[in-house]
């Protein structure tokens, strides 16, 4: 894996709840960091395992997922599955020896930029806390 | 009292002379060389055997998909009838049409195989053997394996996926290169044997076929006890015991909660410090 200074992240944003709420932390000018890349999906259900796997072994450091409160999901309950699926992997990560935490799950900030902001700020202390300790 | 094979033997030619199925899948032993066969005259019977231990189910799959028809008669033991009640499940089989010959695995195989449930529900030949593996074991799931080294082997000959019962898909992700890049020995460790895995994470009924035809030897069992060792734990699912019961991976976290953790609240958007609690775990 390649080494930069700052963790390599992925995003991928329902295009609603978090969606808004990432611009609205742009609008807002709240500080965010500059390494993460943010795809904006239909759903957070979309996100199949694949595009996870995928995207860790091309290098990626750390997947998060962000979809609508769980209860708040434009479709139905499909953030509901979107979450035990996404679990499932993340058990499957631990089986491989993949520190689990480098797939996050996080439901919720429709419009909320603080919540978008401290979600990520987190994930990004996680990948350092990660990366120093040298896990998987 | 015959012998397991003997027994079978009986019911194999009751069953075919009752006229219930068009024939049964079982072992045969041909000039000293033991395949799958399909037995569809009485006399073919003879031959029947019952080791080495080989899934069936696949087999009895590919005659229904084939033969609308046909009422399939097949020897089957815990692992075969696990695995023919996922594909049940799947859409794949159509256990009307399916004849068991329930045949639990003696201790021996049991042993060997680490398997937690060495017989089927109805049991016709054999008796039941309650096995446990135990904690430590080679079969025993939480190990620690070094799969950075252990992946290094694998020769990518798709083994695994092709004697998986439950890999049905017609067309495999695994051969696609926009997943896994074509060409390259051994292949990426995480995108193919993560991709496997994760397709089989509420399918997988442990019978071990993967394992068996690794050429490599990888111990890709392990990889799925520990998920099944999840799934129970955290959403109480065995696959293909609970004949009744879908992947709890379909239904909403209301119907089918982790077993550990509350649904989380809904967060209010003036809520101070939101994040911590709208965290879904």
Request: charged share 25%; with cysteine.
């Given at each position: 894996m390649k080494e930069s200074v700052e963790p390599k992240v992925l995003i991928f944003a329902c295009?609603?709840c978090p969606g808004m709420g990432s611009d609205r932390a742009g609008q807002d000018r709240l500080s965010l960091p500059t390494w993460f890349r943010l795809i904006r999906v239909?759903?957070a259900?979309?996100v199949?395992?694949?595009w996870v796997i995928k995207a860790l072994s091309e290098g990626i450091e750390g997947v998060m997922i962000m979809g609508?409160?769980?209860?708040?999901?434009?479709?139905?309950?499909?953030?509901?599955?979107?979450?035990?699926?996404l679990?499932?992997l993340r058990?499957?990560l631990e089986?491989m020896g993949i520190a689990p935490e480098r797939l996050c799950l996080s439901w919720g900030m429709?419009?909320e930029a603080l919540p978008f902001q401290g979600e990520i700020q987190r994930f990004a202390a996680n990948m350092k806390l990660l990366r120093k300790e040298g896990k998987a | 009292?015959?012998?397991?094979?003997?027994?079978?033997?009986?019911?194999?030619?009751?069953?075919?002379?009752?006229?219930?199925?068009?024939?049964?899948?079982?072992?045969?032993?041909?000039?000293?060389?033991?395949?799958?066969?399909?037995?569809?005259?009485?006399?073919?019977?003879?031959?029947?055997?019952?080791?080495?231990?080989?899934?069936?189910?696949?087999?009895?799959?590919?005659?229904?998909?084939?033969?609308?028809?046909?009422?399939?008669?097949?020897?089957?033991?815990?692992?075969?009838?696990?695995?023919?009640?996922?594909?049940?499940?799947?859409?794949?089989?159509?256990?009307?049409?399916?004849?068991?010959?329930?045949?639990?695995?003696?201790?021996?195989?049991?042993?060997?195989?680490?398997?937690?449930?060495?017989?089927?529900?109805?049991?016709?030949?054999?008796?039941?053997?309650?096995?446990?593996?135990?904690?430590?074991?080679?079969?025993?799931?939480?190990?620690?394996?070094?799969?950075t080294?252990?992946?290094?082997?694998?020769?990518?000959?798709?083994?695994?996926?092709?004697?998986?019962?439950?890999?049905?898909?017609?067309?495999?992700?695994?051969?696609?290169?926009?997943?896994?890049?074509?060409?390259?020995?051994?292949?990426d460790p995480l995108s193919?044997?993560l991709?496997?895995?994760?397709?089989?994470?509420?399918?997988?009924?442990?019978?071990?076929?993967?394992?068996?035809?690794?050429?490599?030897?990888?111990?890709?069992?392990?990889?799925?006890?520990?998920?099944?060792?999840?799934?129970?734990?955290?959403?109480?699912?065995?696959?293909?015991?609970?004949?009744?019961?879908?992947?709890?991976?379909?239904?909403?976290?209301?119907?089918?909660?982790?077993?550990?953790?509350?649904?989380?609240?809904?967060?209010?958007?003036?809520?101070?410090n939101g994040s911590g609690?709208?965290r879904?775990e």
């Open positions: 295009d609603w239909d759903c259900a979309q199949s395992g694949e609508c409160h769980l209860d708040a999901c434009r479709h139905q309950e499909a953030n509901h599955r979107a979450h035990k699926k679990e499932t058990w499957l089986g429709g419009r | 009292m015959e012998s397991a094979v003997e027994q079978t033997k009986i019911l194999a030619r009751e069953l075919l002379e009752s006229g219930r199925v068009a024939g049964i899948l079982a072992l045969v032993s041909e000039q000293g060389r033991i395949r799958p066969g399909f037995l569809q005259r009485t006399e073919e019977v003879n031959d029947l055997v019952l080791e080495p231990i080989y899934l069936l189910a696949p087999l009895a799959r590919t005659i229904q998909t084939m033969d609308s028809q046909a009422t399939v008669g097949i020897v089957a033991r815990g692992c075969d009838e696990r695995a023919l009640v996922e594909l049940a499940k799947a859409g794949q089989m159509d256990l009307e049409r399916t004849v068991l010959i329930g045949l639990a695995c003696d201790e021996e195989i049991a042993q060997r195989c680490g398997c937690r449930q060495p017989y089927p529900r109805e049991i016709d030949v054999g008796t039941r053997i309650n096995h446990t593996p135990a904690e430590g074991s080679s079969s025993a799931a939480g190990e620690k394996v070094d799969w080294a252990e992946l290094a082997r694998c020769l990518k000959c798709y083994g695994c996926r092709n004697a998986c019962p439950l890999c049905i898909c017609p067309e495999c992700k695994l051969a696609v290169p926009m997943w896994v890049q074509t060409g390259v020995v051994p292949p193919f044997h991709i496997r895995a994760f397709h089989l994470v509420d399918k997988c009924v442990d019978c071990g076929s993967c394992e068996d035809a690794c050429p490599a030897g990888l111990p890709l069992r392990k990889l799925h006890k520990h998920l099944l060792r999840m799934l129970e734990e955290r959403l109480g699912y065995v696959p293909g015991m609970q004949v009744d019961r879908q992947s709890p991976l379909f239904p909403n976290l209301w119907c089918t909660p982790f077993l550990d953790s509350k649904i989380p609240r809904w967060m209010s958007t003036l809520g101070e609690e709208m879904g």
